[in-house]
């Protein structure tokens, strides 16, 4: 085989590897806007949210939507390093594994943050509406399993 050929054949398979990359990160990190906004139409319409609540709530959701564009900015740019990696190493080798870790640290942080913003929002319901967004919450969460 030709060293020119040999080169294409590379370069193509890095090529699909990093879309394929890309691809994963951006299933990953766009996937949870969906059970978002249930739960937001829940939260917004059907809790019958007092004024006080509703001002509480969307301070929690203003300072968590910051948090969360700066969390999916980290997961984009680590995808990147990931995909730059397979592009360098064309393998499962030091650079691929080391932004392989990288990228489930930003997720691990993005999911641990929305449940703590989960959490600050239950806190301002009533205890019936909480038991509602409960249910809205579990429903997320399980929907894939089912």
Do not use: C, W
């Amino acid at each position: 085989m030709t060293s020119a050929r040999r080169l294409a054949i590379v370069g193509l398979i890095a090529f699909l590897a990093a879309i394929a990359g890309v691809f994963l990160g951006r299933l990953l990190v766009d996937a949870p806007k969906q059970d978002e906004t249930e739960l937001h139409a829940l939260l917004h319409r059907e809790l019958t949210l007092s004024a006080d609540q509703d001002k509480r709530i969307h301070a929690i959701e203003a300072k968590f939507a910051a948090r969360r564009t700066a969390l999916e900015l980290e997961m984009r740019a680590a995808n990147i390093r990931l995909a730059q990696a397979i592009e360098a190493e064309h393998g499962y080798g030091p650079r691929v594994t080391k932004a392989i870790d990288e990228t489930h640290e930003v997720m691990g942080e993005l999911q641990k943050e929305t449940l703590q913003h989960l959490f600050a929002m239950r806190a301002v319901l009533d205890r019936e509406q909480a038991a509602m967004f409960d249910k809205v919450v579990v429903k997320a969460l399980t929907a894939d399993a089912r």
